[in-house]
């Protein structure tokens, strides 16, 4: 029987006037943006949380953490990239998610 790995992830951050919003990695046009280190894009932030929850590797603040310049005003697409990789290790280095 198949094993199946279920994550949640979820995102909040607060409207702002000011700043781009994107969503899914899409920018919506609108007066007001999403205030984060990154670009904020709650959609793609969840699904990392997501993801990288179903594979038991913590949330996306532990591997893109806020305090961290290199994360600075990044595209969330590149952080979903970056967590494929980390999940993927993860895969590859234990048999039991195979």
């Known amino acids: 029987m198949a094993q199946f790995r279920i994550g949640q992830g979820t995102d909040f951050h607060r409207l702002v006037v000011g700043r781009e919003l994107w969503l899914g990695g899409v920018q919506v046009p609108h007066t007001m943006g999403l205030l984060g280190h990154s670009d904020a894009d709650v959609l793609l932030h969840a699904i990392c949380d997501a993801i ?11 591997h893109f953490p806020d305090t961290s310049a290199d994360f600075k005003n990044i595209d969330s697409k590149v952080l979903l990239k970056k967590k494929r990789r980390i999940s993927c ?7 039991k998610y195979r």
């Open 89 to 95: 290790r993860k895969r590859v280095s234990n048999s």
């Open 52 to 62: 990288l929850g179903a594979a038991a590797l913590g949330d996306i603040g532990v």
